[in-house]
Every structure is written in structure tokens, then in C-alpha cells.
């Protein structure tokens, strides 16, 4: 996992709070990620960004937003906890191919437990 | 809308048996074929990536068959390992309007166990 950092790496909250993810690399990427793993339903993109103050939406974008500051770090923000939120939550990095998009490298994830 | 299917959801192979992963896809745009691993507490890590323009890549014990008719890919562990126990994703590039970030999207997972 050499390159990112989350955090926390375990978070139990209750419904209703105020949740921030933090993901932070260490070499320059442009391109940042959000993702969402669940049971059944495999790796589903939240948010990504493509430069400091250049962000977009995913496929599950709803009850979330992000921010990017700068280059090295990558925020995920639940404004209002829900029990559905309950997920491993993954940032990942572009490290480059033929197409910058394409060669993912992932962190360790974040386990959040929304009670 | 899922844009790749993979199957089985889960498999269970002998030791020394030849593991097979399924991905069919839809969109005829997608030019990358990338197949992740990802053991229990870490995360996914890219394994194997094949483009359309071949059918096959190997490497090492691991191959991509690629069959651009059907719209469909594979990939085969050869002489599977108890050590190749783990999940594995296929995935294709995403494609959105802003900024060419696009990134990937996944299909759901095989959980593969691989028997002494």
C-alpha cells in the first residue's frame, strides 16, 4: 500500500453524524477515487477527482461529497450517516497506462459501521 | 446498470485444477480489460490487463482469453495455489464527460477457494 494512506481505518458512528474519510498519497497523482465495496455488489465508484478543486460524481454519488484542497489529499465526507452507508470504503490512485485513467492503485480501506 | 458481469459468484478448485473466471460486457467502446485481486483486509491490486487488439495474454500462471465477438473475457489460474485464494474483479474503464478521470468499473467478485 506504499504511496496511500486512509483514515481511519475502522470507524463505528451513529445515524445522523457526520462522517469524514481522509485518503492521502505521497506521489503527485492527479487522479484520485472513491469506492464503495459491499457484499454482492463488488467495487462501485463514489466520487473522483481529477485535480485540486476538480472533482466529479460516480455511480453511488448520493449522500456524499468530497473535497480536494490539495494534491495529496482526498476527502469523503457522509453529511448525515445512514445505516445503507455501512461499507468498506477504498480510495485509490491513478498510476498511469496508455490512458491516465486506467491502472488503479488502491489503499487498505476504511471500515465504517454506521449504527 | 451493471456494465460488467462476472460469474460465479464463487469457486472452489483442487489444488493443481485450472481456476476459470467469466466477465461479459456491453459497451463495445471499452478498450481495457483489466482483471484485480484483492486478499481478506487489503485492498484490490491490479493482476492482469488485456487490450483488445489480442486474445490472449499470459503471465506466469495467470491468462486473459479475450473474445471480442461475444463481448466476453476470462481469466485462468493455471496449476491454482491454496495461496491464490482470494476475490477477484474484472472491470473496464468508466467513461464520464468531465475532465477524462473516468476510472473503472467492477464487476461483483468471485470469491475463489483454492483446496489443499
Known amino acids: 500500500d506504499a504511496g496511500i494512506t486512509q483514515s481511519p481505518r475502522h470507524k463505528v458512528t451513529e445515524t445522523g453524524t457526520p462522517v469524514t474519510l481522509r485518503c492521502h498519497q505521497t506521489?503527485?497523482?492527479?487522479?484520485m477515487y472513491w469506492y464503495r465495496q459491499d457484499p454482492g455488489h463488488g467495487l462501485r465508484l463514489i466520487h473522483y477527482?481529477?485535480?485540486?478543486?476538480?472533482?466529479d460524481k460516480g455511480e453511488v454519488s448520493d449522500g456524499y461529497s468530497v473535497s480536494r484542497s490539495k494534491t495529496e489529499d482526498f476527502l469523503l465526507t457522509l453529511e448525515s450517516a445512514t445505516s445503507s452507508q455501512t461499507s468498506v470504503y477504498f480510495c485509490?490512485?491513478?498510476?498511469?497506462?496508455?490512458?491516465?485513467?486506467?491502472?488503479?492503485?488502491f489503499g487498505s480501506g476504511t471500515q465504517l459501521s454506521v449504527l | 446498470q451493471q456494465q460488467v458481469k462476472q460469474s460465479p459468484q464463487s469457486l472452489i478448485v483442487q489444488k493443481g485444477g485450472i481456476s476459470i473466471i467469466n466477465c461479459a460486457y456491453e459497451?463495445?467502446?471499452?478498450?481495457?480489460f483489466p482483471w484485480y485481486q484483492q486478499f481478506p483486509g487489503k485492498g484490490p491490486a491490479l493482476l492482469i490487463a488485456?487490450?483488445?487488439?489480442?486474445s490472449e495474454k499470459k503471465e506466469g500462471r495467470f491468462t486473459i482469453s479475450f473474445n471480442k465477438s461475444a463481448k466476453q473475457f476470462s481469466l485462468h489460474i493455471m496449476d491454482s495455489q491454496p495461496g491464490d485464494s482470494a476475490t477477484y474483479f474484472c472491470?473496464?474503464?468508466?467513461?464520464?464527460?468531465?475532465?477524462?478521470?473516468?476510472?473503472?468499473?467492477f464487476g461483483k467478485g468471485t470469491h475463489l477457494i483454492i483446496q489443499p
Open positions: 459497451n463495445t467502446a471499452f478498450d481495457y
Open positions: 506521489e503527485n497523482h492527479r487522479y
Open positions: 477527482s481529477y485535480g485540486v478543486k476538480d472533482t
Open positions: 472491470a473496464a474503464p468508466l467513461t464520464y464527460s468531465g475532465g477524462g478521470a473516468d476510472g473503472l468499473t
Open positions: 485509490a490512485i491513478s498510476v498511469g497506462g496508455v490512458t491516465t485513467n486506467e491502472k488503479l492503485f
Open positions: 488485456i487490450r483488445p487488439d489480442v
